[in-house]
Each structure stands twice: as C-alpha cells, then as structure tokens.
C-alpha cells in the first residue's frame, strides 16, 4: 500500500467538493517544488481521465 501523502512529501492535502460542479484542492507545505509537484498530478490525473488529452502547461513566469 503507497504511503499517504503527508508522510511521503512531508505536506497537508485537502479537497472539497463545491456546491456547484468542482472541486478545491488546497496543499501546504514548507517546500514550494512539493506543491507544484502535487499540483500537476492532480492536474494530470483530471485532464487524462476526464478529459482524454495530454496535460497543458500552465505555469506562468
């Protein structure tokens, strides 16, 4: 069994469902690479299971 999240990247993971259709995924941690790394598998796993495309780039500098 994988190791929860707050132990494998040492961070808090919550998830709401809205009231209306979504959802909010909210992550703290003390190391911001962390974030965006859970960021993009939650992105990841939505866009190609719901979606059936590749993932885009978001990040913007």
Request: glycine letters at 4%; a positive charge.
């Given at each position: ?7 494998q ?26 974030i ?18 590749s ?7």
């Amino acid at each position: 069994m994988p190791e929860p999240l707050a132990k494998q990247y040492d961070c808090r993971v919550g998830i709401t469902l809205l009231a209306t259709h979504g959802l909010s995924i909210r992550v703290l941690s003390n190391k911001t690479n962390i974030i965006e790394h859970l960021f993009s598998q939650v992105q990841s796993y939505v866009v190609e299971r719901m979606f059936h495309r590749s993932t885009p780039f978001l990040r913007k500098y």
